[in-house]
T-cell receptor, first 108, second 112 residues
Framework: QKEVEQNSGPLSVPEGAIASLNCTYS??????FFWYRQYSGKSPELIMF????GDKEDGRFTAQLNKASQYVSLLIRDSQPSDSATYLC????????FGTGTSLTVIP | DAGVTQSPTHLIKTRGQHVTLRCSPI?????VSWYQQVLGQGPQFIFQ???????GRGNFPDRFSARQFPNYSSELNVNALLLGDSALYLC???????????FGQGTRLTVV
């Protein structure tokens, strides 16, 4: 059974702080990992993907992957109220496997 | 550029009825996947189609079926609707060989 585990939260951070979202996955064969952002009532929006061990930065977002520990994380620097959403971690092995999501609230 | 478009956006059906949901992928995308997202959960994979062929099927009953047309659009059909089928149904498209999937706005199905 392939699984993705995320802390469902809710996670609250003050505006301007760093938000840290974590995810573990069960399939050691997984090669591609994704973070999607989903606003309430809307569809998921791809914000980051990472294939290699280490860090990948894109603007205020940094994805970190550790395949040995089967762990992937997302850091959001200088958090803004507009970042308040549910963040879904996913990996792909033929099909996408999604976690249940972590709800993030950025407090102004 | 048009993204993935789904229709209808909202739908209310009665138990036992049948429903057809439609999806048009991003231009040039030949792969279409369907997902069911129940409130408070992550999306669950239902089907993937590529070049009109079924490439994958999730753990859903036979009441769920899908197909892809020559223009790469797709339909998801659900028969004998149950209350538990109430969910957001998402369609995603991707380029051949790419793992990056782009989602449509979804169809919110309510079964009463």
């Amino acid at each position: 059974q392939k699984e993705v585990e995320q802390n469902s939260g809710p996670l609250s951070v003050p505006e301007g702080a760093i938000a840290s979202l974590n995810c573990t996955y069960s399939d050691r064969g997984s090669q591609s990992f994704f973070w999607y952002r989903q606003y309430s009532g809307k569809s998921p929006e791809l914000i980051m993907f990472i294939y290699s061990n280490g860090d990948k930065e894109d603007g205020r977002f940094t994805a970190q992957l550790n395949k040995a520990s089967q762990y992937v994380s997302l850091l959001i620097r200088d958090s803004q109220p507009s970042d308040s959403a549910t963040y879904l971690c996913a990996f792909i092995t033929g099909q996408f496997y999604f976690g249940t999501g972590t709800s993030l609230t950025v407090i102004p | 550029d048009a993204g993935v478009t789904q229709s209808p956006t909202h739908l209310i059906k009665t138990r036992g009825q049948h429903v057809t949901l439609r999806c048009s992928p991003i231009s040039g995308h030949k792969s279409v996947s369907w997902y069911q997202q129940v409130l408070g959960q992550g999306p669950q994979f239902i089907f993937q189609y590529y070049e009109k062929e079924e490439r994958g099927r999730g753990n859903f009953p036979d009441r769920f079926s899908a197909r892809q047309f020559p223009n790469y659009s797709s339909e998801l059909n659900v028969n004998a609707l149950l209350l538990g089928d109430s969910a957001l149904y998402l369609c995603a498209s991707s380029l051949e060989g790419s793992a990056r999937a782009f989602f449509g706005q979804g169809t919110r199905l309510t079964v009463v």
